[in-house]
């Protein structure tokens, strides 16, 4: 029983982690390519920015996010054309997941 035990501890322990490409993708997208992270906070994003809504503290379900970076929202503006679908899904993706975490 030792033997088993001791061994699914090591397996457990061992096993390695694996990130999520998407989240990879959308963090990319939200730092680098729309540069989100100018405007926005988001602590998953290490992002400080002062001029759009905090994340952290609205808490978007994806469909706002897609809806937003579609379509632009204040001074914020569209992202349709600009990034492709698959890049909207991703960003808005991570933003639903990592926001208030």
Same mark, same amino acid.
């Given at each position: 029983?030792?033997?088993? *035990? +001791?061994?699914?501890?090591?397996?457990?322990?061992?096993?390695?982690?694996?990130?999520?490409?998407?989240?990879?993708?959308? +963090?990319? /997208? *939200?730092?680098?390519? !729309?540069?989100?992270?100018?405007?926005?906070?988001?602590?998953? !994003?290490?992002?400080? @920015?002062?001029? %759009?809504?905090?994340?952290?503290?609205?808490?978007?379900?994806?469909?706002?996010? /897609?809806?937003?970076?579609?379509?632009?929202? %204040?001074?914020?503006?569209?992202?349709?054309?600009? +990034?492709?679908?698959?890049?909207?899904?991703?960003?808005?993706?991570?933003?639903?997941?990592? !926001? @208030?975490?």
């Amino acid at each position: 029983m030792k033997k088993i *035990f +001791l061994i699914l501890f090591f397996f457990i322990i061992s096993k390695q982690v694996y990130s999520d490409p998407k989240m990879d993708l959308g +963090l990319n /997208i *939200f730092n680098n390519t !729309a540069q989100c992270s100018t405007c926005h906070v988001l602590k998953a !994003a290490n992002s400080n @920015g002062a001029l %759009g809504p905090n994340l952290d503290e609205i808490r978007p379900i994806k469909e706002q996010v /897609i809806n937003s970076v579609k379509n632009g929202i %204040g001074v914020m503006p569209s992202f349709e054309g600009i +990034l492709t679908e698959e890049e909207i899904e991703a960003v808005s993706y991570f933003v639903s997941e990592s !926001a @208030g975490k």
